[in-house]
């Protein structure tokens, strides 16, 4: 699977004010104003959270769309945290899923939940991510 480009810019427009492109689409990033931004966009964990609800709405559609599954709709909601495992600092998401559709019954509804922690975003937040960087100042 490949994904298109991402390329961010600052702006000048704010300390943290960030402009993102990726492919046709615009987006800004920035800190809320209690971290010295202006919250002019979503912050990056917001961006990261909504990478995982979008995902993950995404792939449960799909697989009722592939399994027939009377499903009408998802809702994500999500959470970020830093909280202290072992005396070390870890990040964590908390992620509640609504999912529509009175005929579901609750084995489709587990099942659902199941494939939630399956989707390709939560996959790569829950390995090893390999993360390279270059200097390509000329």
Do not use: W
Not at 38 to 46: A, F, H, I, K, S
């Amino acid at each position: 699977m490949s994904t298109r480009p991402v390329t961010v810019h600052s702006t000048g427009e704010g300390r943290y004010v960030q402009a993102i492109e990726c492919g046709p689409h615009r987006l800004v990033a920035d800190e809320d104003r209690n971290a010295g931004g202006n919250d002019r966009g979503p912050d990056p964990y917001g961006f990261l959270m909504a990478g995982l609800g979008a995902c993950t709405s995404m792939t449960l559609r799909m697989y009722a769309d592939m399994k027939g599954l009377p499903l009408t709709g998802v809702d994500v909601e999500l959470t970020h945290e830093k909280i202290e495992v072992d005396g070390e600092k870890r990040d964590r998401f908390t992620r509640e899923i609504v999912l529509h559709g009175p005929a579901l019954t609750r084995g489709d509804r587990e099942k659902l939940i199941e494939i939630a922690n399956k989707c390709p975003v939560h996959r790569t937040l829950s390995s090893q991510v390999i993360i390279e960087t270059t200097d390509v100042t000329q």
